[in-house]
């Protein structure tokens, strides 16, 4: 199960817990576990987030595979100029 | 898309040499045609009435006697932007429509509140004289601390404080809080045996393109059209007009010009809907042109900021405590890139522990626009500034003192996800060599340095590239060059398929011609649009394989592609000669058709930048006038396929980022007016205020990228700020808290603190 961090704010939403652990292949299904883990987190994560999976930011590819072993954090929408 | 194979192995014919960019000479010898060279038969003339107010209820709108007037053609207000589902179920598109015109209220100084499309600019500029619009002037606020206040006066009645479980439920100013971090601060500061902290304060600065915003939009009559634009983005703004409009996104092909800088200030849309919706009520082309006073006043600046840092560390250099406090506001509408200050504002480093807090705030000014590395800059001065002073109470080389808590390959990063590779201990390795960092300073001179780092993205990316009859290429792209891009892009294809630079010719597609593709934003186009070249050059270097092996009757896996020919992949394929491009784009007819190759992709995997920028300056303590002697920048850009060109953006960056620290910043009135709309009040830097910037490319190879390329359009941007207030605070004894550090300014800091720092 890849364990999920939540950036800090984000995990005010979700009553303190800064991690999860979340068995998801991939970065739509990841999301939708965490949203039903947090239900609070729901219209966040609808809004947009940025996924990091060791160490690459995705902020598109929702098929994105998830490993086990990965490092998923969970950051906000980002843009660039 | 990964790292090919090790770079040392890897020798490149054409990328990473020095080629002429193929849009030099036009644009050199004027044949270029920029947003305001376009022209159509029947034109007429836009022009945009804005608020005097900086906050102003609309209580009506007459325009009847300009709609009298002869030679008026069109007038729209908010009311020709009506409520489509697609823009209510958008928040971003709800407050885009409400920035481009005003509705109910307008919301800073210059805010759009109708526009003329009348036969000649002369009467189009009558036509707004005459439109009498009755305003209940407002209590505004300008400033980000102000505006923070209990009894600030409120923009926008539905905003609530989001990322606050305890928020109250009543309409504020702050818009969003975010928060990152971790370990416990508290704790590091006990553990540090020094501990600094400041206040700070920088100014929005305007990106300063030279090219104001200027479009021709061509509607039909049923209802489908053409729009040429100066933008980073034609598919965005022909998403955005067409929505805006309540068009089918089909019927609206968008045609980008050559642009005249953009910097991220052309990621959104300010003149162009309305060019469309006076078109349409007109039945005619219309062109719109802003002023420079337009540009300033109704266009994004960048976020102004009030940022608290504190940090702590051991005497060995070691941080153990990182803190801060970061306030941007972004003008009328939610939005400022405070989440991305936050995230960036301690990235070159370790500390044992983190905490930052930032506060998004709407202001009675223009919404902010995207500027190179958005938020990131003005993090960067504050955490940098304290950085300095550390190491020098420490008494510790400030490079050194970087170096000790660098980011690396492999650590966390700041904002949380590990980095992988990474070249900042590079970039710090450079400078500390460079002959510039041992030459003797004389007096009220005074030597700074600063790191700085950018994400970098991706995104959407659609190339198409064809085969001409004579073997030369034709490829093309969906992102705006805003940098040099052609060349990079035509140098890639050249590059995979064997053949010399100047036979790829690539332009700038319109969006009618190719796939969606993003904005040219976040430094992305030489990573994504390039890796899409590179793809879509190898599917074609296969087809050509595929023609060769059909004409010589072997198997298309038995053929490869090699220095710019189709050859037997080995022995056993047999023995033919070598079947050139050339050849093989002759045939292409009787092999089965037109030889073209293409990619789509979402592209991730854009590698981090950093850079370290070292700056040496002299002041002049009776005017108060800061001159920068010698600047340096070191910056890791992967692989740097146009080195001149890599060199410009890092020189660029410098160069708006000096500004930003000496001079430029929006100056309201006390009726929150802009005061300084034009480049003689707003001042850039000229080429006689600066020396030669000097550059050195570090290349730590991308493992995102096939040829291992990062993105260096922004990183550049981040550390000037910095690096010229270290180089300031340490010829005249004093810190600057404040950008710019205009020659008031210092003076006033050079009175009331002038004496040698601590330890500096």
Redesign the interface.
Known sequence: MARV?L???LS??ADGQKEFEIDAPNIDRMLTALGEAAPKLKPILAKGVTV?I????????KF?AIQPDS?V?I??????? | MPLDRDPADRTYKVVGHRHNRPDGIDKVTGRAKFGADLAAPGLLHGRILRSPHAHARIKSIDTSKALALEGVKAIVTAADFPDHPQVLEDGELTNIRYNVMAREKALYDGHAVAAVAASNPRIAAKALKLIEVDYEVLPHVVDVELAMKDDAPILHDHIRTE???DAPDCPTNVAE?????YGDVEAGFAEADVVIERQFRTGAAHQGYIEPHACLANISGDGSGDLWCCTQGQFMVRDVCAQLNGMDVSKLRVTPSEIGGG???K?TVFIEPVAVALSRKAGKPVKIVMNRGEVFRATGPTASSAIWVKMGCKRDGTITAAQAELKYQGGAFPGS?V??GA?TAFACYQPKTLKAIGWDVVTNRPKQ??????GAPMAAFAVESIVEELAHTIGMDPVDFRLKNAATSGSK?A??????DIGLVETLEAVKAHPNYAIKLGPNQGRGVASGF???????TAVTLNLNIDGTVALSVGTPDIGGSRASMCAMAAEELGIPYHHVQTIIADTGSLGFNDVT????VTFASGLATIEAARNAAKVLCERAAKIWGIPADAVTWENGCAVPAGPNAGEFPPMTIKELAKKAGETGGPIAGHFEV?A???GPSFATHLVDAEVDRETGRITILRYLIVQDAGKAVSPAYVEGQMQGGAVQGIGWALNEEYIYNDKGVMENPGFLDYRVPVASDLPMIDTQIVEVPNP?HPYGVRGVG?TSIVPPLGAVANAVAAAVGARPEELPMSPPRLLKLMKEQAQPLAAE
């Not at chain 1, 060791?54 to 590819?61: E, I, N, V």
């Not at chain 2, 950018?454 to 959407?460: E, K, L, P």
């Open positions: 961090k950036w800090g704010s005010r939403m990091s060791d160490g690459t930011l995705y902020r598109l590819d994105q490092e954090y950051l906000p929408k980002m843009a660039g100029g | 990322g606050m479980e809080r975010i928060e990152l971090g910097f991220g200030g990621t890139p989440s991305m995230m626009a995207a500027y190179r590395a958005p990063s904002y949380g996800p590990t980095y992988s950018w994400f970098n993205f991706g995104g959407q934003d976040g430094s992305r979402s991730d995997g854009a995102g922004e």
